[in-house]
């Protein structure tokens, strides 16, 4: 639905205007052959994008998505945000009006489902993060994590849009491409996720030029943030977040943390409080309109979102207790168990089948993906995971395979 009219239309397109102003010919994304798309180019590209359907596509890489968005906003379309590995969720119900991002995403229910948001509650977000973590002054941000994920998004390209922060497109998250990314600038901040900072700090990358170094997505191990610190001097910043509400919380310290639990202070302008199950609801101006489907006792809207984590405050700061979701959390990754278990009973025709998550020994992985079948154990063979597997994305198998108890 046309969200023209709204304010919030008005307040990007004031927005965009001062900085087209300010850096027009200026670098809005570095690619990785060195070149650049300036401010005048990005937006030559949006103005020609051709809404159809009544809503505009964001899926692909880096430059896909930030040339998408900014049609959206310019046009005042509403976007919807698609991962390049899946299909288009239709929303269930009519786009509520005022929205301007669409996203679809599992998040801690574990139902792939589409969230609404207006501009302003985009915005809100953009900003608290903006001004609490200093981004105008950190260098380039570096798109190594998909931008089709809320923290990606929410950290590099709306940075990028909102307050004309460059972004650096690092194609592949392995450790060669991302240095022949970095290298190109004096000064960069690099948001991942806790595996992916394993495999970097693995993979010898350098980190001279890194102003800000965030991790989000999963819980950061003590021992993995030790590892920056003694071996690069670098500080790895734990930020906790939803894909529904923004982010709520970032460890700000200089110094290592002492308790794995603390992800960090709250953010200006939110609030928080503990339910009497344990969960942390969260209410401030980035939480969104709603989902298309709505869950029994579920809190979501209105300024106000009811997360599926247990969370304990404590004199300004989170401190993460589990999460108690149908959602897996594959390194950073949210998966449906009903979508793997779908997929799973299309390619070899079981009646009876559990998907769940597991902790993983690995901890940076978070969790592991466990298949419970009505199978004697000796018929899931290599030959049957072969054949199960099929249809599921690399990061969709699991690692366990639990049959009957008794073959007989």
């Known amino acids: 639905m046309d969200y023209a009219s709204s304010q919030g239309l008005q307040m990007f397109g004031e927005r965009w205007d001062r900085i087209m102003a300010e850096r027009g010919t200026q670098a809005a994304l570095h690619l990785a052959d060195g070149k650049g798309v300036t401010f005048q180019q990005l937006d030559a590209d949006a103005r020609a994008i051709k809404p159809a359907g009544g809503l505009i596509l964001a899926q692909g ?98 940075q990028t849009l909102l307050h004309g922060v460059a972004t650096c497109f690092a194609p592949q998250p392995f450790a060669q491409p991302l240095m022949e990314a970095m290298k190109q600038h004096a000064r960069v901040f690099l948001p991942g996720v806790p595996a992916l900072w394993k495999a970097w700090l693995m993979g010898e990358v350098g980190f001279g030029n890194v102003s800000l170094a965030l991790s989000a997505g999963s819980p950061l191990t003590l021992d993995l943030e030790r590892l920056a610190f003694e071996k690069h001097g670098l500080k790895i910043h734990n930020l906790y977040g939803t894909s529904e509400c923004g982010t709520v919380s970032w460890d700000e310290s200089p110094v290592l943390r002492t308790d794995a639990r603390d992800v960090g202070s709250i953010l200006p302008g939110v609030q928080v409080r503990k339910e009497d199950d344990g969960r942390l609801t969260v209410m401030s101006s980035s939480v969104g309109l709603g989902y298309d489907e709505t869950l029994p006792n579920e809190r979501y809207g209105d300024g106000l979102f009811t997360t599926c984590d247990q969370i304990e405050p404590c004199g300004g700061r989170l401190f993460f207790e589990r999460s108690v979701g149908d959602g897996i959390n594959v390194a950073g ?63 969709e198998v699991p690692r366990k395979w639990i049959g009957r108890k008794n073959d007989a």
Do not use: M, N, Y
């Not at 079981?350 to 009505?374: M, Y």
């Open 333 to 395: 990754r949210k998966l449906s168990p009903g979508e793997i278990a779908s997929k799973i009973r299309r390619a070899v025709d079981l009646p009876s089948l559990t998907i769940r998550g597991a902790t993983s020994r690995d901890p940076e992985r978070c969790q592991d993906i466990v298949a419970e079948l009505d199978l004697p154990q000796s018929a899931i063979d290599a030959e049957f995971k072969t054949r199960a597997c099929a249809l599921l994305a690399p990061w």
């Open 61 to 158: 890489d880096v430059p896909d998505i930030l040339r998408a968005l900014l049609a959206g906003f310019l046009h005042g379309i509403p976007v919807q945000l698609v991962e390049k590995d899946r299909q288009r969720r239709v929303p269930a119900v009519p786009v509520p009006p005022g929205t301007a991002l669409i996203k679809q995403t599992v998040g801690g229910t574990g139902l792939r489902r589409c969230q609404f948001f207006t501009f302003d509650q985009i915005a809100a977000d953009v900003d608290r993060l903006h001004k609490a973590l200093d981004l105008g002054a950190r260098g380039v941000g570096v798109a190594a994590i998909s931008c089709a994920h809320s923290f990606g998004l929410t950290i590099t390209v709306l």
